[in-house]
């Protein structure tokens, strides 16, 4: 709840509060399964949503959305309520919720364009040399000016290479039909586990995340991840996808008052298992300067460990629910948890971390100049919404009256590559079929009305062959300039003059201006 400008977290010996100016330094919440990590989740989303920042969180099973539906008011949460010196008042909050699928909620697409190839990589589990093939593909389609919109753009892009895949070795480095078949077949599997339902357009547009509703709340939008973590994969490269779009839309604001949005990344060890090396350094860039765009990145995983050192240093603050300690591998994740805090003498951190009991975490939040606080045992603060999932029906109820309904649900086809590689494949076997035939329209008209006598049976009439003929002097006229027009339509629908090549930002996504 908010207090003072203020989210009021819970109480040590002090009340504790996540200052809102602060709470674009990013932050970590910690604990092993069904300590809490959840609930504290929906404390932190229902102060910003009072203080009018919209949020994005990941449900992974179902139990967020509940923030959209007024609480319960359960006898444990009155009595932790009056414990910490508040009055427990049940409310709701605005909420959107999105699915990839389109089941649960508004459906959420990338172009691959978008996507770009790094994360496209992770994606696909490429190798590296399968992933360099893939950067050819993306270097040739942005000097080619042909947009990637959907799987069978990309497909219809890598068949074209493969088929001059000895010319184009020379100038992009070895190109192989086997490595471009081993893509091809990768494509086939994401196809497979319905992952090509979140290549396409209408692409998400950011700034739907980013609204409040009429009395000033933030918008808490949540994604249905219950379904999508059957591919831990595809999960984990949306919500970097996510950021990395957020990172290169959104412009330098420095410190505000208060975010402009916050991100939770459930299962955040997803993010980083298996990440090659080049995909982690650009994460921890991104979450290092993300801050000054006015975002707030906050992780949710089991245990620190779980997120690499390097981005671990940049969460400022921190809810560690209770962590178990039976093995020698569990107890040295407990003594590594406790060391990335400011040490209390009041108490043993370590120790503390094994005794902590339901609706108990420790906290240490950034306080004046952004120091981290000493780290207290806190009785957490209980939500106002109802915990647990949402009932189907108001679920359904919530989506229908959204201002969102129909923007996001029809797919669209647009012109792009697998289309423009089609006109130039029958523009070529038009131009070998004239060659072959000579003469072009007066030889046409010959032999119509020449020694053959009349048309045969079968053959085209002589307004169909002229027709013909005129399209194909159309097409040659036109053609050099596909490239140009192609150009402005990408700038139209992305906003800014990209130009015949596509400029490409952090993450390999396309950078719009």
Avoid: C
Avoid at 47 to 68: C, E, N
Avoid at 104 to 123: C, D, F, I, K, N
Avoid at 218 to 242: E, Q
């Amino acid at each position: 709840m908010l207090q003072d400008g203020k989210i009021f977290i819970g109480k040590s010996t002090k009340p504790e509060y996540l200052d809102l100016a602060l709470a674009n330094r990013h932050g970590l919440i910690t604990g092993a399964t069904g300590t809490g990590k959840t609930v504290s989740l929906q404390v932190l989303a229902e102060g910003f949503s009072q203080a009018g920042v919209p949020v994005f969180a990941s449900d992974i099973k179902g139990d967020l959305s509940g923030i959209g539906a007024e609480g319960i008011g359960k006898d444990a949460f009155v009595k932790r309520a009056k414990e910490i010196g508040i009055d427990y008042k049940a409310d709701r909050f605005p909420v959107v919720f999105w699915d990839l699928f389109g089941e649960q909620g508004h459906r959420v697409r990338a172009t691959v364009s978008e996507m770009g190839p790094l994360l496209l990589s992770r994606l696909l589990d490429l190798n590296d040399t399968q992933e360099g093939v893939l950067n050819i593909a993306f270097r040739i389609a942005d000097e080619q000016g042909l947009l990637l919109l959907d799987l069978k753009d990309l497909r219809a892009l890598l068949q074209f290479i493969a088929d001059r895949a000895q010319e184009l070795t020379t100038t992009y480095g070895n190109v192989s039909k086997a490595t471009i078949g081993t893509i091809q077949r990768q494509l086939l599997v994401l196809e497979n586990q319905k992952g090509d339902e979140f290549l396409g357009e209408p692409a998400l547009n950011i700034k739907d995340l980013m609204r409040t509703d009429r009395d000033g709340r933030g918008i808490v939008n949540i994604l249905a991840a219950d379904k999508l973590m059957a591919n831990p994969r595809l999960y984990a490269t949306f919500l970097l996808w996510l950021m990395s779009e957020l990172f290169e839309e959104l412009p330098e604001v420095g410190d505000l008052d208060q975010p402009k949005l916050v991100f939770f990344f459930d299962e955040a060890h997803l993010l980083f298992s298996d990440a090659p090396k080049p995909l982690l350094e650009t994460v921890e860039r991104v979450v290092r300067l993300i801050r000054s765009k006015g975002v707030g990145v906050y992780f949710v995983t089991q245990n620190p460990a779980d997120v690499p050192e390097t981005v671990l240093a940049q969460l400022g603050n921190r809810v560690q629910h209770a962590l178990r300690a039976y093995t020698p591998r569990e107890q040295k994740a407990v003594r590594v948890a406790a060391q990335t805090f400011r040490q209390n003498p009041a108490f043993d951190t370590e120790k503390a971390i094994t005794e902590l009991g339901v609706g108990e975490a420790l906290v240490s939040t950034l306080e004046g100049k952004g120091v981290p606080s000493m780290v207290e045992r806190t009785l957490m603060a209980p939500p106002m919404a109802q915990v647990g999932p949402i009932d189907p029906s108001l679920r359904q109820q919530i989506i229908a009256s959204s201002v969102l309904r129909g923007k996001y649900e029809q797919s669209i086809d647009s012109e792009s590559a697998y289309e423009l590689l089609a006109q130039r494949a029958e523009k070529a076997a038009a131009d070998a079929q004239a060659a072959q035939g000579g003469g072009g329209l007066l030889d046409m008209l010959g032999g119509l009305f020449g020694t053959n006598g009349p048309q045969r049976k079968g053959t085209l009439t002589v307004g169909q062959r002229v027709t013909r003929e005129v399209t194909r002097t159309v097409v040659n006229q036109t053609v050099g300039s596909i490239a140009a027009e192609l150009g402005k339509s990408i700038a139209g629908r992305q906003g800014g003059s990209i130009g015949r090549a596509i400029v490409r930002g952090t993450l390999g996504g396309l950078l719009r201006r």
